[in-house]
């Protein structure tokens, strides 16, 4: 006899007791289960949650690949054992597996616990309440590990996922009712519970924190921080835009988000709608503060200049952004539903960020609180698109029968 | 309770619990939010709205038949305002840090909508005694959210309670930070006061399930 059979039976035989949602949930996630609906729907569709998830998360795994591989080079590169990649995205400074090692002992511990923090989370609620348990923890236990610097501690971790769980999803109905994206939920409650862990220039290399004060420290302040001392950047914009930067796991690369993002719009998981709105929403904004620093509104002892003058479009290399506006705007539950509500909702986010990222320094990563802000006022804009089209067919309405 | 009779300790009470003015009747949140960084100063708010409260609770049922209704609310203020300068004072006198610490809130006592609310809802209609148990009992149900809250906020926030540095020193790498525990930040802010008041009310209503609203 299979798994699947043993599975089977054993739903069976806990069927309405209260162990069953967690028997379920293993059940139909190996496998499609032995009752599907036979007749009577209307509407056959091959994607479901799960699948749904599952390409959400063949989208993400490049970045996270990679940024197994960028945590060993920033290490060693921060140590002075390899020499720069430089502009070559097949360099060999960069594939090696000396860095694979260091980023497969970082990271897989991270992963590792987004995951079993998560569901054990998830299972708990299914169990108590009764429900199935859903497949919405899928997507965002793939995203914390990529959105946190890479020496978080675990435990710290292990509290913000249960923080971001429980207070982010469950005590509003689970998945499909939240107010806020789950994992960006996460990352705030670190950003502000330990804010020297998420914040600074020691955090982002491997290694930089336990050296601090030795004769062979190394530092990894990244790009936003350094233009909001209003040092230059260090780096050449295609080191940016290939991803070989200090920054959290797995959001340097904007190319491979640039990959991730057109694949998720060929499946017609994401809403190009939202990506693009977003991205010309932060071009718009780089645009408006290169400006000001043209008109020679501001000087350059300024605290705002290293930021303002920074090309309009570097902002989507450096930084979150990108890997924001692709993966964590366009999740379909705290995003706005309708189609013209999109444009502004994205819009939005990519301006805010650029505004936050400016003019407070203090909060580098603008894109992280922008996301929140929008999925607070998404419910708003559907709204008033709703009552618009309302109107609008009123209007039609009273035109036909007079 | 072989002091009062069941419908006078009803008074005391109901609203520490079933009919508790932050968790259930969702008052009094401001300044549950502003000053409950620190178990001190939530204690001393607790003790400073019950004297309140409770005085004022006695002294409006005793002129509640003198009070013309148009200026009911007028005179409540000044009730209130000389007893809050009272409380004002006496900190200013005796504890003069924790005073500076609570700053501007004492004096929103006056504005605190329990107070008001118990004013213009029970004193003006009950007779004192009544009113002063109603008075101790609402400012207590108060006051325990308010230890309550301060007390996980400082601990979680700043390792102390009371000033004392319950989980070793953060500096010092003593006790618990000695493993690499880290103090929360977010405890320290505002918006994890409103959190925490959630919890509780969460905690409340599924275990009294009477208390879960129908919409």
Redesign the interface.
Known sequence: MGLKQNLHKLKEKYKGTKMAPAFNAIHTFLYMPNETTHSGSHVRSADDLKRTMNTVIMALIPCLIFGMFNAGYQHYLALGDIQAANGDFFSANFWNWNNLTVGLWKVLPLVLISYGVGLAVEFVFAVIKGHEVEEGYLVTGMLVPLIVPIDI?L??LV?AVIFGVV?GKE?FGGTGMNILNPALTIRA?LF??????MSGDKVWVHGAVASTGQPDAISGETILGSLAQGNPAGYDWLDMFYGFIPGSVGETSTLLILLGGLFLIFTKIGSWRIMLSAVVGALVMGFIFNGVVDAGWISETSKFYGLMSTEFWQHLLIGGLAFGIVYMATDPVTASQTNKGKWFYGFLIGFISVLIRVFNPAYPEGVMLAILLMNVFAPTIDHYVLQGNIKRRMKRLKVKTA | MGLLSKKDSKLILDPLADNNPITIQVLGICSALAITAQLKASIVMAVSVIFVLAIGNVVISLMRNIIPSKIRIIVQLIVVATLVIIVDQVLKAFAYELSKELSVFIGLIITNCIIMGRFEAFALGNGPWRSFLDGIGNAAGYGLILVIVGFFRELLGSGTLLGIKVLGDPIAKTGLYSIGYENNGFMLLSPMALIIVGLIIWVQRSRNKALIEEN
């Open positions: 501690p435990w710290m509290i207070i005590v409650f502000f519970a330990y804010p020297t862990w």
